[in-house]
């Protein structure tokens, strides 16, 4: 019954910004869902980006703390990633994951891309 549908994914230029969107359907109780943007670049394995808890506290890669802000809008049942000054590195499917409560969802990925 869950499912999440990312989108805003797309080709950026380096020090482009791109907003990601994760729509949650099956959520009655998405204001108290754990959260999390993920990403797999090729030949990587996946990692974490940002995790957002119910409360509203927000945690981030080390790379990705000055860049990156993850936010949710519980009306609308919906998971934000906004990533400013994009670099190569970047590169990667983006997942929308949910953490809590169990079992975990996965969203199918959003492909972005940074070009140097």
């Known amino acids: 019954q869950v499912q999440l549908v990312e989108s805003g994914g797309g080709f950026v230029h380096s020090g482009g910004s791109l907003r990601l969107s994760c729509v949650a359907s099956?959520?009655?109780?998405?204001?108290?869902?754990?959260m999390d943007w993920y990403r797999q670049a090729p030949g990587k394995q996946r990692e974490l980006v940002a995790r957002?808890?119910?409360?509203?506290?927000?945690a981030y890669r080390d790379l990705a703390k000055d860049r990156f802000t993850i936010s949710r809008d519980n009306a609308k049942k919906t998971l934000f990633l906004q990533m400013n000054s994009l670099q190569p590195e970047d590169t990667a499917v983006y997942y929308c994951?949910?953490?809590?409560?169990?079992?975990?969802?996965w969203g199918q990925g959003t492909q972005v891309t940074v070009s140097s």
């Open positions: 099956g959520a009655a109780a998405f204001s108290t869902w754990v």
């Open positions: 994951h949910r953490d809590r409560p169990i079992p975990t969802y």
């Open positions: 957002i808890f119910d409360d509203g506290q927000t």
